[in-house]
Nanobody
Framework: QVQLVESGGGLVQPGGSLRVSCAAS????????MAWYRQAPGKQRELVAR???????NYADSVKGRFTISRDNAKNTVYLQMNSLKPGDTAVYYC??????????????WGQGTLVTVSS
């Protein structure tokens, strides 16, 4: 069993910054990649940023230059630093991980989500 626990969401004013974190725990052999998705009310869940085990990253066009994803492999933790936040960034942010629970056992895991609200 593998769990993802997010933290760091909250209310921030437009133009402000926020960092969300996600820690993985449980029966982990290795983590192939970790990512952040978000889902705004009435919209589909979308990929925000993803980072692989060799630190390759990709971002949604809407957040490029404003958001930075990083990971601490020793802590099985991924971070999303969000700067220059806009009201349109308001959403529930979900952590996602592609995990090997053994050399041949793949598992995709989701966190419970953390709400980020950008409003004055």
């Amino acid at each position: 069993q593998v769990q993802l626990v997010e933290s760091g969401g909250g209310l921030v004013q437009p133009g402000g910054s926020l960092r969300v974190s996600c820690a993985a725990s449980g029966s982990i052999f290795s983590i192939i990649a970790m990512a952040w998705y978000r889902q705004a009310p009435g919209k589909q869940r979308e990929l925000v940023a993803r980072i692989t085990d060799n630190d390759s990253t990709n971002y949604a066009d809407s957040v490029k230059g404003r958001f930075t994803i990083s990971r601490d492999n020793a802590k099985n933790t991924v971070y999303l630093q969000m700067n220059s936040l806009k009201p349109g960034d308001t959403a529930v942010y979900y952590c996602n991980a592609d995990v090997l629970v053994d050399p041949e056992g793949y598992l995709e895991v989701w966190g419970q989500g953390t709400l980020v609200t950008v409003s004055s």
